[in-house]
């Protein structure tokens, strides 16, 4: 793809997001929707630009959270994940009980948090950690399975060790699968520390947000969700920037849409 291709898609791409915004606007002008039903969006901007000052400390808060849940789902899901490529018994053992366990809908475990730690931060970096760390596991489980056996018989006819085959092979070869699950995995840990915060917590944009629907004020409600969006976005990127200059080998080509 050419430059000024590429600079036209990205024009298109921002042409149309704004479009999807002027939209909504004009709809609900037109059928002159109540601000309870769907506020347009020049009112939640509004609102968040009016009560960023107060917004910020729950910002914070929430992407704290949402940080240290994630990096213990990235540690955790990286361990569980390199034992279960590189051994059958613990893929044989531990496989079914995450598949389990990751059934099991994280509403549900967020009372089990609270009876156990309490309401505030604890449970919300919990239930980020547990609902972000699934996606981690499973592509580093993929990505050593795919480690052609051909290529590990040669090394091992060469005298590398299962050690030197996983450091100079097989965590190569993790990379793309790596930081594809943590693009998933950041949105992930977003969903946890907001569940959390609108059932046991008393700050965070989840909390706000609780409050805001409890006194009507559904601006407010959708400029936590701008919010949560807008960080999402803001850490996809950034890991998707990190990708590009550590598996830049991976990437066939970046023009898979284009005409």
């Known amino acids: 793809m050419t430059d000024f291709a590429a600079v036209r898609r990205k024009l298109w791409a921002v042409a149309l997001i704004v479009g999807f915004f002027l939209l909504w606007e004009a709809l609900c002008l037109a059928l002159d929707v109540s601000d309870l039903v769907l506020p347009r969006p020049s009112q939640v901007f509004a609102t968040l630009f009016a009560r960023?000052?107060?917004l910020w400390p729950h910002i914070l808060q929430t992407l704290m959270t949402t940080m240290i849940g994630f990096v213990g789902g990235v540690v955790i899901g990286v361990a569980i994940g390199a034992l279960i490529g590189v051994s059958k018994v613990a893929y044989d053992t531990a496989y079914p009980l995450l598949i389990g366990f990751s059934s099991i809908p994280k509403v549900a475990v967020v009372p089990i948090f609270v009876l156990w730690f309490g309401s505030g931060t604890v449970p919300a970096v919990l239930t980020s950690l547990v609902i972000c760390f699934f996606p981690?596991?499973?592509n580093v489980a993929t990505g050593l399975a795919t480690t052609e056996p051909e290529l590990e018989d040669v090394l091992k006819a060469l005298g590398a060790s299962k050690a030197d085959i996983l450091w100079n092979v097989g965590l190569p070869r993790v990379m793309p699968f790596f930081f594809a699950a943590l693009k998933v995995s950041i949105t992930y840990a977003f969903v946890g520390t907001v569940?959390?915060?609108t059932v046991a917590s008393n700050r965070g944009v989840g909390n706000v947000m609780m409050s805001a629907s409890s006194n009507f004020d559904v601006p407010l409600v959708f400029a936590g969700l701008f919010v949560l969006a807008g960080l999402g976005v803001a850490l996809y990127v950034a890991f998707s920037l990190i990708e590009r200059r550590?598996?830049?080998?991976a990437s066939r080509r970046d023009d898979f849409a284009a005409a």
């Open 195 to 197: 569940l959390a915060e």
């Open 246 to 249: 550590v598996t830049g080998w």
């Open 52 to 54: 960023l000052p107060i």
């Open 136 to 138: 981690i596991v499973v």
